[in-house]
């Protein structure tokens, strides 16, 4: 109990430390976000007009206790840049809330995917004694985890966009109108996504397996008459599962906070690109959240490691 | 223990998909729907014969667009990528035709009085706002209040604000009275009309009385409008549905083209209309955008006007044309567009299209620079075409003994610190024209808040005066053409080139328009 208390104060203090810090960002870095908005055509009348409406004409900590309270008491602000209609600014939350599900399904797949090939990769490679496989999966894992994901997104998309033409490049369909249309298009920039990671982690369960299969216990449970089977799966891969865990926790924490570069590329409405659009806008509102929801994610995801921790090696909780 | 392992996996995986939220399943649309089987035929010049083509009412078309749009209120939109698609939606008394003149849109008909300042216009009868509302002597008079600040003290379009008062003479007739007389003021009468009322109401969706009507907009996804089947232009517009969608890299462009998602693009670059020059038609014309290495006349070395000829004279505009163009801009030593031909003069021999090396030293050495000069270009990172313009002239201006590094800004650091700091040296980019000869030649009066190459002569300030007060259209036109000999006289900006616009369009689709002003007009594009 006394564990989770602790967890939750370093949360709220990592998210305020955070948040003033991006404040501060944009306090420093230069751009004027009525500038931004306005252009460079408009009336002198209508940029004081706009800088009373946003409250940029008050000191910066009037500002900031502004919206950390209004954060607090649920009210997340608008955007700056993004209009609901003629009149209305989009508030961030119904801003944030239809791009969160492009990005949490986005990573769904892809570590769904990724855990589906990388496991029984990574434990069939490190069981296999024919040095041709070792040479050919080595070759082709080193490869794809050198080949940045943009440029990957690139080749799926023309490989599967315009040679194959299994789907159409660009042609998001939105979770509103068919979820299933949605889901298909999500699975070329999972895989994107997927396959160095695929490759990292493999790879990582390989060595991690190798190094165990040297281990005492492991000659012991031979000689105590163990199945090769039995060793392998009951032993060696659940040790071996320790540092994978570790990093498929600091997988799913990236993917999860948006994808940036494979949105960019497969035009996905999702959080990454978002993120970037906001500061380029100087969009405050919108940065500061984007930003708070990425630090809980990665916060969160390593909470959740370290529980996964004490399942695994029951040790870790009795010290 | 293996398979709890695995069974808190699947919860994990499980509970971020229950997170995530849940979509329905709705039915898919078709990207492309037939257009149906009523037709019209129409003639069409097309390579000099006349051809007769048939054109198809309805179908759905997809556009792309590079920027997310920044208002959907056409009196707030500031972006020239918003107004480029608010032009199907919304519409004011008067709009520009693809000549760059005007034509009566809203208004059926107008006057101006003598001394140039009350404007009357007249009605054009039953033309509806897409609410299916008749447009009134009141919305007009409400939309004019509106942006010209006289509603609420703020105005929204500065050219508009000279508006002293709108007066409704009856119900279709609106007299406007400014404060000072500016024969160019009529363009900016283009400004939308709105019902009146509609600027506060908080769940206005916005409505013009454009070819189009609004369906609905989506942050980083794009617009979709519908056709106005009230349209007021007997046989506009064509299709039964555009989606402007937003595309976010010249690279996915190309992708989405080539995929068939986007069936219309604009501003390719000369690589990528060579890449798709087989499957697509490939149509191009000049913009409205004057680029130009802009001087900043305040800098200490710059101030210097040997100094400023001499960068003038080691630029080789033809090669930086060819180079990132293909040779399909048009050269220009003035600010004024070519396209406005009666205003446009020709200064391109004042200090030659090509590189004049020895004439560069010799002012530089005159100027006490024997040994030549270090320049800063500071370039907005994200416009590519100026990004390599800066990248050829670098390596002219060597030749010359210029020695020059660029420096790239992103976009919003270029606004305030180049733009409305001016602080800088050089700085590679364009100025976009808004269809008025004006425009391009009243931000270099020395008191201009739009100066931001700190241009400062005395003769300019007076000459420009002269011409704002110009009734005659000959008159004003020589003004303005004195005015670009003072500018090139003084060197006050090393002009370039105005790069051409090139738009791959589907090769079922006919009609696309261009215009002298940032506009992608919806109205006119067909299935053949």
Redesign the interface.
Known sequence: MKYFVKKIITLIMTLFLVSVAAFLAFQVI???VV????????????E??LREELGLNKPPVVRYMRWASGVIKGDFGR?Y???K????M?PVKE?I?????VT??L??LS??LI?LVSIPLGVLWARSTNRFVDAALNCITQVSMAVPSFFLG?LV??LF??VFHLF???????????????LGYLLFPALSIAIPKIAMTARFLRNSMLTEMKSDYVRTAYSKGCSKRRVM??HV??NA?MPVVTFLGMIIAEI?AGSIVVE????L?GIG??LI?SI???DFPVTEILILYITFVVIFVYF?VDI?YR??DPRISEK | ??K??FS??LT??LS??V???C???????S?ESNPSKESVESTQASTGTEVVEKTMYGGKVVVGIQQ??????PHKA??AGTKEILFNIFEGLVKTDKNGDLMNAIASDYSVSEDGLVYTFTLREGVKFHNGNVVTAEDVKYSLDRVS?LLD??????AL?VITNVEIIDTKTVQVTVGSANTELIYSFAAAIIPAG??????????GTGPFSYVS?????GIVVKKNAEYWQEGLPYLDEVNF?????A??AL??L?????QIYAYLTDSQAEVLKDKFQILAAPSANVQALFLNNADPLLSDVRVRQAICYAMDKDTANLFVSGGNSVLISSAMLPALTSYYADLNDAYGTGAEVEKAKALLKEAGYPNGIDLEITVPSNYEFHMQTADVLVEQFKAAGINAKINPV????W???V??GRKYQTTLCAITSDGTPGYLMNRFQSDS??NFVNFASAKYDEVYKKAAAAMDPTEKANYYKELQKIMSDEAGTAFIMVPPITVAVSPKLGGYTFYPIYVQDMSTIYYK
Do not use: C
């Open positions: 230069p751009g004027d500038t931004s908005i306005l252009g460079t055509e408009a009336p002198p009348e209508r004081e007009q955007s840049r993004y209009s209609n003629m009149n209305e989009m801003l809330g239809d791009k969160l599900p949490l399904w990573a769904a570590l769904i855990v690139v998309t023309y966009g315009i159409a490049p660009g042609g998001y369909i939105s979770y509103h109108d068919n979820f299933k249309g949605f799966y009951g891969l659940r599962m999860v960019q590329v497969f035009g409405p690109r978002l659009s380029n806008t100087r959740l996964l399942v695994i | 223990m293996k709890k392992l808190l996996l994990a995986l971020m998909a997170l995530s939220g979509g329905s399943d709705g039915t898919g649309e990207s997310d749009i920044d208002s959907l209120d500031t972006a600040g003290g703020t105005p929204l379009i500065s604000s509609s600027g506060e109401d908080e769940n206005a969706s916005p409505i907009y989506t942050p980083q996804v969608k937003i595309v976010n890299s690279e996915t992708m989405e080539q995929g068939e998602t986007i992103e976009w919003n650091t606004l305030t610190d733009y409305n808040k739009k």
